[in-house]
Every structure is written in C-alpha cells, then in structure tokens.
C-alpha cells in the first residue's frame, strides 16, 4: 500500500480490510485474477480507479456505515469485473460498473447477513433515475456511455435476476461468467452475458432484458382487490403483458410467489388480511402510488 506519509496511520488501518475483501470476492467470482502479479493499492489525488493489479484510491479512508471503506471495495471488485473480463464497447460498460457495484452488496451479505443486504440494496434505489437505457447501442462514447444508472440500476437489475432465477443458479452464474475460458482476460458483451444466464437457466429471458437494459421506464404492476366467496382475491397486471417477473406478496406477515403468466396473476386471501407487496425489496418496479 503506497500511501502518503502523514496518512499512514489511516492507510494501515484500511489496509487490515484487503485481506477479507479479497477473500469474500474470490469466494463469489472466483479466485483474484491476477495473484501471481500483485494486489497493490496506492493513494491518489481523485475518489479511486481499477488499474489492473493497483489499486488508485483518494476516499480519506473512512469506512461506510456498513464497515467497509466502499471504493477500495468498488475498485477491487473491478479486477475481476473489468480487468479480468473486459466490455468491448464503451455501451456494455455496465458489465464493469453495475456489477462492482453488486460486489458491494454481496460483501454486506458475506458479512453482515441478508438483511442488511437488503438494507444496502435499498439505499442504492433513490440513485436510479430512469432517463436513458443501461444500453443504448453500440460504438458510444465514454461521455454517453457513463450514466448513473449503470452502476446502481445495474445492480438492481442484477439484484431482481436473483429474486427471478433463485440464489443457487444466480451465485453460479456470477462465478462461472469470469471464470469461463471464453471470457476470462478476454472481452465480453452484453449478449455474452444474457446467452450465458439463459444457458444456464433452460429459460428465454427476451423479456427481462429487453425491460431492464433496453427500455429506460420501469416496469408498473396494479394490485386490484375484490370479494371472492367468503374471502379475497389478489389481482396483480404489469403493464406489459410480455413482462412475467413473478412479484412477491406478504399476505398476514407470509411472503408469496405470484406467478405472472402473461403478465397477470392472482392470489386468492383471507378477507380484510393485510397484503403488502414486495415488502423486502426484491424487484426493481413501481407500483400504483409511485
């Protein structure tokens, strides 16, 4: 770690994190990349960059609230998700920064648990805005390229991936991708990694992705309620029918899976229960009072 002199102290205590952070990160991308180099961090006049194999960090080292200094975190993550696999157009970037940006929210989960996963998750959400897609075409520029929301949407599209195709299949795919012989300290697009997740998966994902990395807008969901025989029924509707990411419902504190064939779906409840949808933050939607 090269550091400042009078910044020593601050670097040799923000330097005990490395260690840990490279082993959480290799337990869910696989080994660090490039271990037979180096991992070095060196202190710079800007927030930070992810030099391959050097670290440039400039964030006064100061732990987030979650008790990880943040950027060394980010750019870390970004040997494996930039340096080790590489977009090759500026309009793929955000393979590079929505998925370092996840990397932060799996270390919570490694080390503080999946609520506060959640917690982090949700901090995240009031930084999408929504404007333009996280993919706008090929042969962009850095200048349009870089937009917010491919970092934190990103993440949250990654984030809803998971809720849609379940832990087990999803935390392999984010292994496998870098480590995979085709990718690996080669370069990668967007189409790469959606052929990969749908191989993987058995599944035709046209519709996620076409919603989440192509189109700017949310997706919108109804809730209708309306009396069947001595109790409710739950009529959810996104607002594309092409759309089927299943939404999750608390009905009386129980969380549910409603199925969204076709882009609707129904759950039958006790009448007057109390129903709350996506209660934990799972899905990267609005509903009818957003």
Do not use: C
Not at 74 to 85: D, L, P, Q, S
Not at 166 to 183: K, M, Q, S, T, V
Not at 212 to 223: E, F, Q
Not at 232 to 252: R, Y
């Amino acid at each position: 770690f090269w550091a400042l002199p009078e910044h020593e102290p601050q670097a040799r205590r923000m330097w005990k994190e490395a260690p840990h952070i490279l082993e959480v990160l290799g337990h869910y991308f696989g080994e660090y990349p490039f271990l037979k180099d180096k991992y070095w961090v060196v202190e710079a006049p800007y927030l930070g960059m992810e030099h391959q194999t050097l670290v440039a960090y400039g964030d006064n080292f100061t732990d987030n609230s979650f008790g990880f200094d943040g950027i060394l975190l980010h750019e870390t993550a970004h040997e494996w998700w930039g340096n080790k696999v590489t977009v090759s157009d500026w309009a793929d970037f955000w393979l590079h920064e929505a998925f370092a940006t996840y990397a932060e929210a799996l270390y919570v989960d490694a080390t503080s648990g999946h609520e506060r996963y959640l917690a982090y998750m949700k901090r995240m959400r009031p930084r999408i805005h929504n404007k333009k897609p996280i993919v706008q075409g090929k042969n962009l520029d850095s200048i349009h390229a870089y937009t917010g929301d491919i970092y934190f949407k990103g993440a949250w599209v990654l984030h809803t991936l998971r809720w849609l195709i379940g832990d087990e299949a999803f935390l392999g795919i984010l292994h496998d991708f870098p480590n995979d012989p085709r990718y690996a300290y080669r370069h990668a697009t967007t189409k790469d990694f959606t052929d990969f997740v749908e191989a993987r998966t058995g599944r035709d994902l046209g519709w996620f992705w076409k919603r989440y990395l192509y189109t700017a807008a949310l997706p919108r969901y109804t809730v209708t309620r309306s009396a069947s025989g001595k109790g409710e029924k739950l009529q959810l509707a996104w607002d594309d029918p092409s759309f089927e990411l299943p939404i999750p419902v608390s009905v009386g504190g129980q969380l549910h899976r409603v199925a969204m064939p076709q882009g609707h779906g129904e759950l039958v409840i006790p009448a007057g229960a109390e129903v709350e949808v996506d209660p934990e933050g799972l899905i990267l939607a609005k509903g009818p009072t957003d």
